[in-house]
C-alpha cells in the first residue's frame, strides 16, 4: 500500500512561508492551501500564536477566525450572540456579484441552517422525522444492499477513480432515497452540489453562465418535486415532509430553495469526502488498516476518527450580534466570524495527537465535525449509517484497497474533501 508521498522540501516550503508572512496579512481561507494540503501550518501558527485572528482584506471581505477548539465551542453554542442568518460560509465576493449578474438576484440562502431561533427550531423540526432513528433502521437495509451492488461492479487489479465509482454513487444513491428523487437521475444530485460549491475553473463548474443553468435546472426539479408531492398523500421523504408541514408548506420558493441546496450539500459532502478520506487515511496509516481488518468491530469508531481527522466541512461561519470579547480580543457586531472546524479537530490542548490518525480512539465520537448548538448537523446519524454500512461490506469483500496516488483534492476553503482518488484492488476476498 504505497502512496505517492508529497516532496518534504515542498511541505518545508510551505511552512517556512506561513511562518514568515506577518499575523496581519495571513489569510487562512486561501482556496489554494486547501487545495494543495498545506493549510496545516497556518492553523498550526494560529493556535499558537493569535487563536482569535483578525484577517482584514481578502476575496471574502474582512473577518475573524477562531482556531481553537473552546473558543469555537463558544461561538457554535451561542445562537444569540452570532447569528447565521447572513450566511454559514465565508461568501467569495466576486462570486456574489457574478451570481448577481447571471441570475438577476442577491445569493440565495442556505435553507433553514441561515435561520435564527425560533423560525431554525420549526424548520428543521419539519425535517427531522426523515433522519429519525427509525428511519434510518427502516433505510439502513436498503443502503447496505445498494453499497454491495456499487462494490460488485468494481474492477479488480485495475487503476480506478474512487471518488466517482463510489464515494459519489453512494451518496447519489443515498440521496436519491431521502428524497424520493427519480432513481436513474441521482448523479444529477452529485452535480448540483459541486456546481454551488465551486467556483468556475474548478470542479465541473466552467462558467458563471453553466452555473447558473445548473441550478435553474435544480430548483426547476425540485419545484416539480413539491408541487407532486403537495397535492399527494404525506410520505416520509424530505420533500414531502416540508409540502405538508405547517411551519414550512408556505415557506417562500427562496426558503425552499435555499432548503434544497442545503440538503443536497450537506447531504453530499460530508459522507462522500469521509468515505474518500478512509481510503486515503487507512492507506496513509496503514498499521491503523491492519487494525482495523483484524477487528471489524472498530470500524464505528474509525468512522468517527476519519470524521475529525479528515474535517469535511472546515468552517462554519456566524455574524456578530452584539460586540463580543473571546481570546481577549473585542469583535465588533456586524463582524464576520468563521469557526474552523479543521483547527479545533487538531488542537493540541483538547485531542491526544491530533495529527495521528487513530482509530481505536477512546473517545472517538469527541470531535467539531457535525457541529454544536442548534444547527449540529441534522444529518449526522444518516451519515454514520452510510460509512458504517459500506466499511463493513468493503471487508467482506476486498482484502485491501491500495491507494496508488496521491488525490486531487477540493479548491475550497468550505468543502474538503477529494476531487479524485487513484486506487488498485489486488483482489477479492
Not at 516550503?13 to 496579512?25: D, N, S, V
Not at 501550518?41 to 487563536?51: G, I, K, Q, T
Not at 457554535?76 to 448577481?100: C, M, P, R, V, W
Request: charged share 25%.
Amino acid at each position: 500500500m504505497n502512496i505517492a508521498v508529497k516532496p518534504e522540501a515542498a511541505a518545508d516550503a510551505a511552512a517556512a512561508e506561513i511562518y514568515a508572512t506577518p499575523l496581519a496579512e495571513l489569510n487562512p481561507a486561501m482556496a489554494k492551501r486547501f487545495q494543495d494540503d498545506t493549510i496545516w501550518p497556518v492553523f498550526a501558527r494560529l493556535r499558537a500564536e493569535d487563536p482569535v485572528h483578525f484577517t482584514p482584506d481578502s476575496e471574502f471581505g474582512p473577518y475573524w477566525s477562531i482556531t481553537r477548539w473552546n473558543d469555537i465551542m463558544t461561538v457554535d453554542t451561542d445562537h444569540e450572540g452570532f447569528s447565521s442568518a447572513d450566511g454559514i460560509a465565508l461568501a467569495n465576493l466576486e462570486a456574489i456579484k457574478e451570481q448577481e449578474r447571471v441570475m438577476g438576484q442577491r445569493r440565495r440562502g442556505a435553507g433553514f441552517i441561515t435561520m435564527d431561533e425560533p423560525e431554525h427550531a420549526a424548520h428543521r423540526k419539519a425535517v427531522s422525522p426523515t433522519v429519525a432513528p427509525s428511519n434510518i433502521a427502516n433505510m439502513a437495509p436498503v443502503v447496505r444492499e445498494r453499497a454491495g451492488q456499487i462494490l460488485d461492479g468494481l474492477p479488480i487489479g485495475v487503476e480506478f477513480d474512487w471518488v466517482d465509482k463510489v464515494s459519489k454513487e453512494l451518496t447519489a444513491m443515498t440521496l436519491a432515497t431521502l428524497f424520493d428523487f427519480p432513481f436513474e437521475d441521482r448523479r444529477k444530485l452529485t452535480f448540483w452540489s459541486d456546481m454551488v460549491t465551486n467556483l468556475p475553473g474548478h470542479g465541473p463548474v466552467e462558467s458563471w453562465e453553466q452555473r447558473g443553468a445548473a441550478l435553474f435546472d435544480c430548483f426547476g426539479t425540485f419545484n416539480a418535486l413539491w408541487n407532486a408531492r403537495v397535492n399527494a398523500p404525506p410520505s416520509i421523504d424530505l420533500i414531502s415532509m416540508l409540502a405538508h408541514n405547517e411551519a414550512t408548506r408556505n415557506m417562500s420558493p427562496e426558503e425552499y430553495n435555499g432548503t434544497v441546496i442545503l440538503l443536497i450539500v450537506g447531504g453530499n459532502d460530508t459522507t462522500r469526502n469521509t468515505i474518500s478520506g478512509s481510503v486515503y487515511n487507512l492507506n496513509k496509516f496503514p498499521e491503523q488498516y491492519d487494525k482495523l481488518r483484524a477487528d471489524p468491530s472498530l470500524i464505528s469508531s474509525m468512522v468517527s476518527e476519519t470524521i475529525r481527522y479528515q474535517t469535511p466541512l472546515s468552517h462554519m461561519r456566524r455574524q456578530a450580534t452584539r460586540d463580543i470579547e473571546i481570546g481577549g480580543k473585542t469583535i465588533r457586531k456586524g463582524d464576520s466570524v468563521v469557526m474552523w472546524y479543521i483547527s479545533g479537530n487538531r488542537d493540541e490542548t483538547v485531542v491526544d495527537r491530533p495529527n495521528d490518525y487513530i482509530i481505536d480512539r477512546e473517545r472517538p465520537r469527541q470531535h467539531l465535525s457535525f457541529g454544536f448548538g442548534v444547527h449540529r448537523c441534522v444529518g449526522n446519524r444518516v451519515a454514520e449509517m452510510q460509512l458504517t454500512l459500506i466499511w463493513e461490506e468493503i471487508l467482506k469483500r476486498f482484502p485491501r484497497i491500495d491507494v496508488v496516488g496521491e488525490p486531487t483534492r477540493t479548491h475550497s476553503p468550505f468543502v474538503h474533501g477529494f476531487e479524485t482518488l487513484p486506487v488498485i484492488i489486488p483482489a477479492r476476498a
